[in-house]
């Protein structure tokens, strides 16, 4: 049995007086624990954490994610597991008024026992659970027990009642909309089944004797050069309810590493009764911007409880950004978009899923790192998917931080769910209580969401194949929708996606569209993606050198969970690989190449929204991260390594960006110029077509005039007289954009396929210096060389660049930051160079 000694109580942290108050009124019970199942018995375990991690932790079972592990793991999901440890109390918390067990994460079909005694029960994994547990602690000694039981008995009975349509692949179980608890676990088109149980997050004892603090709700007046704070305060108030209470409200701006021990109170109001108000003006607000828009200042909201006798009961503080954000419907010609602080933007970003099959894994580093690498590449929204959890905090924390703005879906997608059922309409409405309290101070989060295309299988009526329209508005537009009013009342809602003017479109991976075909669309596109390899470090991680003999191997076809018809994923990137480029030569390279043709499809989507804005007010792609190391739609791979994708976004998303439309047929092509920034701008566009040795053909330039938050068709070239003489596939058109003599944004516009182009050897050379903590390698090419990248043999590295196109007279700069220190002759030895001609040319 686990024992109670590495718990710890906590105190009240106070800011009316001392940093802490003596008197203890948590008592954290993460940490060791042990857990019991099929031929386990008493195995450590840890606290917040799942059955899957404690196994492989004890050798129990092999790495699920290595080769086909993922089906030698399953009768994990399909047991029941007991967690249990012991914890002391003493005769002074017994004494409280009132002690509950506090339990912020179970996954998901949990019997909670205190002494052998139960004190409760939970089913959905999403919710809180409070249990009144006085009675049944002991002075001394308790044992505490949870006992999960397997979601799949559950989920084959109800099925077998009533069958719930969803989309679903082969590989995966029915009737997961039965259970509320993560979908995904249950597997997707990017992700394996590893259903786990546990306690997945915080647990603790609560203990108080007058009252806690139940609830803050902060709400925003915006007017000239003010901002008007209306502060609602609930408490649960366990003593005397006669008795005065009050309380304490400081607000004051968030800076690093600020003590805060020394605030003075704005506000002190009464609270007798349980629920009272304030309003806190503040003059000259610093407002909260969107990444790219302004800065992201932030405020903390610190209220206190006071007693009786001014003694300080409980406290809280929320951190909240001082802005308007609002989403718009679409209204005549103009589509569904999002505004801050009245002000229009575009929404640039990718789709995020869970990066982990087992959250507990994630640490507040790697989330941050994840926000921190949307923003380097120009981001500055993300969609929350709905077949996930409700994120971790800290994740909203980076979020605040960044300016990266938040589409939250509610956790439902891909299937009808049992809107009849008045027990899950119950379950579902605490869930959005408790997770619209929580989360709803975070700036970031632009708008809640429904659900995931649960309305593209919406009919009038039930059947096998649909959800009936009365259910689903119960749910989405009725239910959730009350509760999003309720408590988090100045909210964008919408009932679901694509159900509110957005656009997901699959025509291109699923066939039988082309990259083209992105232009033939306008408006905000919240899903369109295309899938690629990840490199061969990340392959190697989950193979062995004989999984690695092709791309179409069991191994390599098992980490793909996509296809189309009898077509898998990887055959699928071969076929378009065909159409685009010449075929690879070996393994290794059509890793490679899949991930070009990744970036180069979404990047014809992206510059064609981009130029076609107002008409177009959104692309995020789908998808940005990973959550095992497999085959997907990511830019990002598992490990944080970064895919090609993710590099030319930089580019795609680039604050002012030149593209073109070509017009292959005229051999022509028109440049735009489009500006998400805020002020007007001079530039010098320039262009010059050369050949495929670099010959320039012709050249020029022209001024350019860049309105703010605007995209304007600025030149059409015509090119048909190179095109004559040197043949489509013979040219090369650079453009480049200068604004106040610095290049802002560079773009190549091709005539012709990729494959189409007989490229010659660019005989490229590589030289590093030492710059900082890493090294600058100056890449120099005698020949273009078209999607040049650099890669360390055997170590990760941070690049500044990779993918990028090298001339004659243009070398690229790259910064290297080994992830490991690395002498100079080291990192030369290990640096490999390659281009587009190197993946077909033996």
């Known amino acids: 049995m686990a024992a109670g000694a590495l718990c710890a109580w906590e105190p009240l942290v106070s800011l009316c007086k001392a940093d802490t108050l003596p008197t203890p009124r948590r008592l954290n019970l993460n940490g060791d624990w042990e857990v019991s199942g099929p031929n386990v018995d008493g195995i450590p375990a840890t606290v917040p954490g799942c059955i899957h991690t404690d196994l492989l932790a004890a050798g129990k079972i092999p790495d699920p994610f290595y080769r086909d592990n993922e089906d030698a793991v399953q009768w994990v999901g399909k047991s029941d597991w007991t967690y249990k440890r012991s914890f002391e109390v003493t005769d002074d918390v017994l004494k409280n008024g009132r002690v509950l067990l506090r339990c912020e994460g179970l996954d998901t079909l949990a019997t909670i026992k205190i002494n052998g005694q139960q004190v409760g029960e939970a089913n959905n994994m999403f919710r809180t659970w409070e249990f009144d547990v006085k009675s049944i602690l002991q002075s001394g000694s308790n044992e505490l027990e949870i006992l999960f039981r397997s979601p799949f008995p559950v989920m084959e009975e109800k099925n077998s009642q009533r069958p719930l349509y969803e989309w679903i692949g082969s590989h995966e179980p029915k009737g997961r909309a039965w259970v509320r608890k993560e979908p995904c676990s249950f597997g997707w088109d990017w992700g394996p089944v590893l259903a786990s149980s546990g306690i997945w997050k915080n647990i603790s004892l609560e203990t108080f004797n007058d009252g806690r603090i139940g609830d803050v709700l902060i709400q925003q007046n915006h007017s000239d050069k003010q901002v008007t704070l209306d502060i609602q305060v609930n408490a649960d108030i366990a003593g005397d309810n006669t008795k005065k209470y009050q309380a304490v409200v400081y607000v004051f701006e968030s800076k690093p590493g600020e003590k805060v021990g020394a605030k003075i109170p704005v506000q002190i109001f009464d609270l007798t009764g349980g629920t009272s108000r304030c309003q806190v003006e503040i003059k000259n607000p610093k407002l909260w911007w969107p990444a790219g828009m302004g800065e992201q200042p932030l405020y903390t909201v610190h209220v206190e409880l006071v007693g009786p006798g001014d003694v300080h009961i409980d406290s809280t503080s929320k951190r909240i950004g001082l802005r308007e954000l609002k989403m718009v419907l679409p209204q005549g010609d103009m589509p569904l978009h999002f505004e801050a602080n009245g002000i229009p933007y575009f929404a640039k970003g990718g789709n995020w899923i869970p990066c982990d099959s087992f959250n507990n894994r994630v640490t507040p580093e790697i989330l941050r790192r994840y926000i921190a690498d949307a923003k380097a590449v120009n981001m500055n929204s993300l969609r929350f998917w709905g077949g996930g959890f409700y994120e971790d905090d800290a994740l909203f924390d980076a979020c605040d931080e960044a300016g990266i703005c938040v589409w939250l879906d509610f956790k439902f997608a891909c299937s009808a769910y049992p809107a009849f059922d008045n027990d899950f309409l119950d379950n579902v409405s605490q869930e959005a209580r408790d997770n619209l309290q929580r989360l709803r101070h975070h700036p970031s989060i632009a708008v809640w969401c429904g659900n995931n295309e649960i309305s593209l299988m919406t009919k009038d009526d039930w059947s096998d194949q649909s959800m009936g329209r009365a259910d689903y508005n119960k749910l989405f537009k009725d239910l959730i929708a009350q509760q999003v009013q309720k408590f988090a009342p100045q909210a964008n809602y919408v009932s679901g996606s694509p159900d509110c003017g957005d656009t997901h479109y699959w025509q291109v991976w699923h066939g039988p569209k082309t990259f083209d075909a992105y232009r033939t669309l306008t408006g905000f596109m919240s899903e369109f993606g295309y899938q690629s390899f990840p490199e061969p470090k990340t392959v190697r991680a989950f193979t062995n050198e004989a999984d690695r003999a092709s791309v179409l191997t069991t191994v390599m076809k098992w980490h793909q969970r996509s296809g189309t018809g009898d077509v898998d994923g990887n055959t699928q990137m071969l076929q378009m690989m065909d159409r685009y480029f010449k075929m690879p030569k070996d393994f290794d390279m059509t890793l490679w190449l899949s991930q070009i043709l990744q970036g180069f499809g979404i990047k014809i989507g992206a510059e064609y929204w981009r130029q076609t804005m107002p008409k177009s007010m959104g692309c995020v792609f789908w998808q940005y991260n990973d959550i095992w190391p497999g085959m997907s739609w990511s830019s990002v791979d598992y490990f944080g390594r970064w895919k090609a994708l993710h590099y030319m976004a930089r580019k795609f998303y680039s604050p002012i960006l030149v593209s073109a ?89 091709l005539l012709a396929l990729p494959k189409e182009l007989k490229l010659a050897d660019p005989s490229m050379d590589a030289i590093a210096d030492a710059s900082g903590d890493g090294y600058a390698v100056t890449l120099r090419s005698q020949k273009p060389a078209l999607w040049t990248w650099l890669e360390l043999d055997g170590a990760d590295a941070k690049y500044s660049d990779n993918f990028v196109h090298v001339t004659p007279d243009l070398p690229r700069k790259i910064i290297v930051k080994p992830s490991v220190q690395m002498a100079r002759d080291e990192l030369i030895s290990r640096l490999r160079v390659r281009s587009l001609f190197d993946t077909y040319n033996a």
């Open 661 to 749: 439309l070509e017009n292959i047929p005229n051999s022509s092509a028109d440049i735009f110029v489009t500006s998400d920034l805020g002020e007007n701008a001079h530039g010098r566009l320039t262009w010059n077509v050369t050949d495929l040795n670099g010959t320039s053909l012709a050249k020029d330039s022209m001024h350019v005039s860049i309105p703010g938050r605007k995209s304007e068709k600025v030149k059409t070239l015509n090119l048909s007289d190179v095109v004559k003489k040197n043949g489509a596939s013979g040219i090369l058109t650079w453009l480049s954009l200068e604004v106040n003599g610095q290049v802002v944004s560079e773009n190549l516009v």
